[in-house]
Structure formats: C-alpha cells, structure tokens
C-alpha cells in the first residue's frame, strides 16, 4: 500500500492544480477499487460544504449525504453512512496543519477493512495537501466555497490571510471574520518560526476598500519587519511609521500583536489600540488588560513597549476586534460586557476552529440575525502546554 501511496502523491503533484480533484478520483479508484469519491468544500462562513462538482462524481445531493459530510468536518475523525444500497462511503476530513478545508468521501463496493480505512485517511491527507497548494493556482475551488459574492474590500482582505487554522503540538489556532463577503478593514494573521507563534488582530480605520488597502499596507509592514528578524516592537514601529508617512495621521490602525513561546508559554505582547483579550481559564472568562498604546500610524516615529503574561495548560486565550466587543445593536448592552463571557463559556468543550464560529454565531444572534454594522474578527488559541522540543 506504501507504493499505491506514493504513487497518488506522485499524481496530484503532476495534475493541473484546477484537476486535482479528477486526479484524486482516478487515483482512488485504482488504488482502493472505489466506485466514486467527492470532494466538499467548506464555505466563507463554514456554514456548510459544497461539493467541487464533476461529471464523473456519484450523486452526493441529500440530506443524509450532507450529515455524514458536516459530522467528519466536525468531529474531524472519518465516518462511515449514508449509504446506497451494497455500497459502503467513508468520509474523510480534508485537513492541512490543523486548517480544515472539508471532506473526502470515498464510496466502496463493501464494506472496507482497517487497511482500506488507514490507507484512505492517508489518501485525504496527501488530497488536503495538494487542494492547499493549487487553491493559489486556480480559481476552482474559492468559487466552490462561495455562496455570494465578496465585495472588492472582502476579496483583499481574504487573500491576506495565512489561513483559518493552525495545529501544534503545544496549541491550536484558529480565526473568523465576520461579514465574511464585505469585510473590509478588520484582520488576523500569524506565523510560527522556530518554536515561536506571532499572531497579530487588526481593527482597521475607515470603511470599504479603502480600509483593506490600509490593512494590507500595515499587515505587509508587520511582515517585512517579523521576516527580516525583527521582533515585536520593530513589527510595530515598522507598521507605524509606514502607515503615518503614507497618511499623515489622518488614518490609523488598532493593533495587538502576541508573541508565544511555545515551550513556556510565556507571552509578550505589544497593545497598540483597540483588540480585546479574553481569557478562558477553569470555565471563568477574565478580560486580559494591556498598557494600550497609540494605534498604528497616529504619529510619526511613535515607540513601543513590550508586556509580558503567562498562559498555563489548558487556557484557551480569545482575541477579538472592536467589531465583536463593542457590537450594541438597538442600543442595547455592548456584546462584550456580558453575552461575549457566555459565549465563549459554551466553547469549553469545542476545539478552536468551532469556537469561533460559536462565537460568531452567538454575536449574529445577538444582533437578531441582521447584518453585522462592523467588521468584526474573533480569534482562538488554546494552550496545551510546552516541551523540549525533540531536535534539542
């Protein structure tokens, strides 16, 4: 099975990227003797997932076919149901580095033995690999994922992103925005190097495109400091003076950027204006208050500070954008005073990448399922705690 392996690998390196999912079907078929496969994709707002149709694909329509498909993404572990009549479907979740990008089903003549299982969860990973590498080859897939279409700002601000989720051995990560097709000016990003994960959440100024191509010039500052060895405070003071030389002050941006040790757990933070931390420890939600600091391109040459905190194993540590902390439709109570600490109290028993659409779907709620009047961006870490790392 290790050469029939191999060989799938070697298959979807050498497809077109806009073929991947054909290469993966015919691939499947020869190695698993499979009668039919289907890839779903999960959408903008991971309300659901969508099959990247095909001619050659069996009918995957049905309510009992889209249960199976959400309970793999869910749970992500494979699923066996919804079944044809003699026929057996695995479901398998589509997953890269801890970001879920949706499901394989696999439809066999019988029922499949543990080998057939191990080899066809190994099948999704080598398929989940490839779909996150052609994704930026080929427009096939995002058009699968979308139920709408993104406003220009939505568009720029989505390809910014590293992605919606990341694992480690010491954490796992996740991130939403919200309106997912007109977001404009709030965002995330993050990169782990050498044991140490940066995340950044930006709440941008000003609405529409012009907020993203602000978002886009301070987050691509922050990077081109961070990749040229430069720590938080370069990020920040980078970003600053980029973003005041380009608009005089007239423009900022709202700013934290997190710094985490993977092996202590130790944080360093820089609060340059208006993101939120909360912390979710022993089923208590505390808000983590910073020394804030001016927002991102308020004044020229403004310098930072660093502060430091302790995460211990098992705190699960949100990030959140005004858009979330400050919601009060109908003037009411702001969302974050209390109906956010309940919330995220109902995500205890959630991995990240559920939790914060919980979070979302509870802020929707919130505001009566109307239309979201701010961006809004909500981000999770949950802490495991830290080890030597092997290579040391």
């Not at 709408?148 to 939505?154: D, G, H, I, N, V």
């Not at 694992?167 to 919200?178: C, K």
């Not at 939600?285 to 403004?302: D, I, K, Y």
């Not at 109906?339 to 914060?356: D, G, H, I, K, N």
């Amino acid at each position: 099975m290790a050469d029939a392996l191999t060989g799938i690998s070697r298959a979807l390196r050498e497809a077109p990227p806009d073929r991947v999912v054909e290469a993966a079907d015919q691939a499947i078929r020869s190695v698993l003797g499979a009668v039919g496969t289907a890839v779903f994709v999960a959408d903008y707002r991971i309300n659901g997932l969508w099959p990247v149709l095909d001619s050659r694909q069996p009918q995957v329509a049905g309510q009992a076919v889209q249960s199976m498909v959400q309970r793999c993404f869910s749970s992500q572990q494979w699923v066996r149901g919804g079944e044809p009549q003699g026929r057996c479907r695995l479901y398998l979740p589509l997953t890269v580095w801890g970001e879920r990008l949706g499901v394989l089903m696999v439809e066999l003549p019988q029922a499949p033995s543990e080998e057939v299982v191990a080899a066809a969860t190994d099948i999704a990973g080598e398929v989940a690999m490839a779909l996150r590498a052609a994704d930026r080859e080929t427009d096939r897939y995002r058009r699968a994922r979308r139920r709408e279409r993104l406003s220009m700002a939505a568009e720029l601000q989505w390809e910014l992103l590293p992605g919606r989720g990341i694992s480690h051995e010491a954490f796992q990560l996740a991130g939403q925005l919200e309106p997912a097709y007109t977001v404009s000016g709030d965002h995330f990003d993050w990169s782990l190097n050498d044991d140490r994960l940066t995340v950044t959440v930006l709440n941008g100024d000003t609405i529409g495109l012009a907020a993203a191509l602000l978002t886009a010039v301070t987050v691509n500052a922050m990077r081109n400091a961070r990749r040229s060895g430069g720590g938080l405070v370069e990020q920040a003071e980078l970003a600053s003076d980029t973003v005041y030389y380009q608009h005089r002050g007239h423009r900022h941006v709202a700013t934290v950027l997190l710094e985490l040790d993977c092996t202590t757990g130790r944080v360093r933070a820089v609060d340059a204006g208006s993101p939120h931390l909360m912390r979710l420890r022993g089923g208590a939600v505390t808000r983590l208050v910073l020394e804030q600091q001016l927002p991102l391109g308020m004044f020229a040459e403004t310098r930072y500070n660093l502060q430091e905190f302790d995460l211990d194993p098992g705190d699960r540590l949100f990030v959140v954008s005004d858009g979330v902390w400050g919601a009060d439709p109908s003037g009411r109570e702001a969302y974050g005073q209390r109906a956010m600490a309940r919330s995220m109290r109902a995500t205890r028993l959630q991995p990240p990448s559920e939790a914060v659409g919980t979070v979302m779907r509870e802020l929707q709620a919130f505001h009566a399922d109307a239309d979201l009047r701010d961006d809004a961006v909500v981000v999770c870490l949950d802490w495991h705690g830290g080890g030597e790392r092997a290579d040391r």
